[in-house]
């Protein structure tokens, strides 16, 4: 919330002025403010969206580089991230971002002796675990006996159960290798998988969190992992589509517009501060990273909130390379025995005229994250020519790397306790993001998850009626 400033324009709400009905002011304009704020406004709230950047979208955004429109990274959800599709489909934006008919995921593994391999992870219309037993009984990038121990391993983690504590003190690695999972099964497979929806390696990941994907994401139902990811600019989403729909519910949103203070009032209503204002309103949601969320809160709402600092954070690189030429037939893969992770064809989303524009997905980049550009791009456009025969000999346009030095809360373990809910102990402050503790890892259904948990807590003391179309979690695998 420290992208500049201006005034905020208050929605009837602004000192002295008497206002008939509820009111509430949301505090930040990523998916989890954008969430909280619709569905308090569809419950007759009057509300109030405020984000310090110049546009929404939080950490799920796009921007101009000349005549490229480039997402800030590449995002992807799954057919199980339920609350993300209410959410696609509260903006009107479904089309734009649909998923996968069935689970394809190509595998590029240039680390054997005899050159690049390719392996596939699909789904057969089939019961669980049926779906993908065909797919892991060809799975090329594992020996015979590594695919039968996978087997095993994944109808262990089945029958564990999710509501148990213990599982977030232990970490996945330890999990993996007890129930004899070889090193390569965890590259090959697990952290395929793992690393690019918790942001952490199985060594670094709670086993709760990393369960929680797994038995969600390919455990529940066949189709739960079918991939979809978003066909035009992050920012039409999340920023424009979101904004009309914020705009017809009656929200009035205000960007650059930084939250200094938020405290209590003597009658039980709330103050907001913003500079050159002040906002009075019945309730507050913060929706912002947990250290902003810490400096916000006013004494005692939390019984321990330096809890919110032990939250730590987890670095995403990503890597955008232009060629002059198309290099790469599919539309994303991804990859092994090389740094490179996934890689995805960007070009049509972009706009770009003529050539093809790949953009790399680098999770848990904590080694890479502060290289420089010219280190990267050393590094990366030879991988580049190994895993794409027709990127050797193409054209390098353009390399540029954008980087999120704290994308995601770090699901080390032992951070389930430490995430708070929606409710804190101060009467009309609500909590959310991803970071909060909706169950999931960091992800884009985590911060929708988080706005739906905070409006339900601040409806209910608002005595409004909850909108029938809002997400039900029950709905949820």
């Given at each position: 919330?420290?992208?500049?400033?201006?005034?905020?324009?208050?929605?009837?709400?602004?000192?002295?002025?008497?206002?008939?009905?509820?009111?509430?002011?949301?505090?930040?304009?990523?998916?989890?403010?954008?969430?909280?704020?619709?569905?308090?406004?569809?419950?007759?709230?009057?509300?109030?969206?405020?984000e310090g950047r110049p546009r929404l979208g939080g950490l799920a955004f796009s921007f101009q580089r000349g005549e490229l429109t480039v997402d800030n990274g590449q995002h992807v959800y799954l057919r199980c991230c339920t609350a993300y599709r209410w959410f696609l489909d509260r903006i009107r934006g479904a089309a734009l971002a649909p998923l996968q008919e069935r689970l394809d995921v190509p595998v590029v593994d240039v680390a054997k002796p005899e050159g690049r391999r390719l392996g596939r992870l699909r789904r057969d219309p089939l019961p669980v675990p049926l779906h993908l037993g065909r797919s892991l009984a060809a799975y090329p990038h594992l020996s015979l006996a590594e695919r039968a121990a996978v087997g095993r391993a994944a109808l262990a983690l089945k029958g564990l159960d999710l509501a148990d504590p213990n599982l977030d003190t232990q970490d996945f690695g330890s999990w993996l290798a007890a129930h004899g999972q070889s090193a390569r099964a965890v590259e090959?497979?697990?952290?395929?998988?793992?690393?690019?929806?918790?942001?952490?390696?199985?060594?670094?990941?709670?086993?709760?969190?990393?369960?929680?994907?797994?038995?969600?994401?390919?455990?529940?139902?066949?189709?739960?992992?079918?991939?979809?990811?978003?066909?035009?600019?992050?920012?039409?989403?999340?920023?424009?589509?979101?904004?009309?729909?914020?705009?017809?519910?009656?929200?009035?949103?205000?960007?650059?517009?930084?939250?200094?203070?938020?405290?209590?009032?003597?009658?039980?209503?709330?103050?907001?501060?913003?500079?050159?204002?002040?906002?009075?309103?019945?309730?507050?949601?913060?929706?912002?990273?947990?250290?902003?969320?810490?400096?916000?809160?006013?004494?005692?709402?939390?019984?321990?909130?330096?809890?919110?600092?032990?939250?730590?954070?987890?670095?995403?690189?990503?890597?955008?390379?232009?060629?002059?030429?198309?290099?790469?037939?599919?539309?994303?893969?991804?990859?092994?025995?090389?740094?490179?992770?996934?890689?995805?064809?960007?070009?049509?989303?972009?706009?770009?005229?003529?050539?093809?524009?790949?953009?790399?997905?680098?999770?848990?980049?904590?080694?890479?994250?502060?290289?420089?550009?010219?280190?990267?791009?050393?590094?990366?456009?030879?991988?580049?020519?190994?895993?794409?025969?027709?990127?050797?000999?193409?054209?390098?346009?353009?390399?540029?790397?954008?980087?999120?030095?704290?994308?995601?809360?770090?699901?080390?373990?032992?951070?389930?306790?430490?995430?708070?809910?929606?409710?804190?102990?101060?009467?009309?402050?609500?909590?959310?993001?991803?970071?909060?503790?909706?169950?999931?890892?960091?992800?884009?259904?985590?911060?929708?998850?988080?706005?739906?948990?905070?409006?339900?807590?601040?409806?209910?003391?608002?005595?409004?009626?909850?909108?029938?179309?809002?997400?039900?979690?029950?709905?949820?695998?």
């Open positions: 919330m420290s992208d500049g400033s201006r005034p905020a324009q208050a929605h009837g709400t602004a000192v002295g002025e008497h206002a008939a009905g509820r009111s509430a002011v949301v505090v930040g304009g990523g998916l989890a403010g954008i969430t909280a704020a619709l569905a308090l406004a569809d419950a007759g709230v009057r509300v109030t969206l405020l090959a497979l697990w952290d395929l998988v793992g690393v690019a929806t918790l942001n952490a390696v199985a060594g670094d990941a709670s086993l709760g969190l990393a369960a929680m994907v797994f038995k969600t994401g390919l455990l529940s139902d066949p189709g739960a992992a079918d991939i979809g990811w978003a066909h035009v600019p992050l920012g039409e989403l999340h920023d424009r589509l979101a904004r009309k729909a914020l705009d017809s519910a009656g929200v009035r949103t205000e960007v650059r517009t930084r939250v200094t203070s938020v405290s209590i009032n003597e009658n039980g209503t709330w103050s907001v501060q913003v500079p050159g204002e002040r906002l009075e309103t019945d309730a507050v949601v913060l929706a912002v990273p947990q250290r902003e969320a810490h400096d916000l809160l006013p004494p005692g709402a939390l019984d321990a909130p330096e809890r919110l600092l032990g939250i730590g954070t987890a670095p995403i690189l990503n890597v955008h390379v232009v060629y002059d030429r198309k290099v790469l037939a599919r539309p994303f893969f991804a990859a092994l025995g090389t740094p490179v992770q996934w890689v995805f064809d960007r070009t049509d989303a972009s706009g770009l005229g003529a050539g093809q524009y790949l953009a790399l997905s680098q999770s848990a980049a904590h080694e890479e994250i502060d290289l420089p550009v010219a280190d990267l791009r050393e590094r990366y456009l030879p991988e580049l020519e190994r895993l794409i025969p027709g990127a050797r000999g193409a054209e390098v346009r353009d390399f540029f790397v954008t980087r999120e030095r704290t994308a995601t809360f770090a699901p080390t373990p032992g951070v389930g306790r430490l995430r708070p809910g929606a409710r804190t102990k101060a009467p009309g402050l609500y909590l959310a993001g991803a970071w909060t503790a909706t169950g999931w890892p960091a992800t884009m259904e985590s911060a929708v998850r988080s706005g739906v948990s905070a409006a339900d807590a601040a409806l209910s003391a608002l005595g409004r009626p909850r909108p029938r179309h809002l997400f039900e979690f029950e709905e949820a695998a």
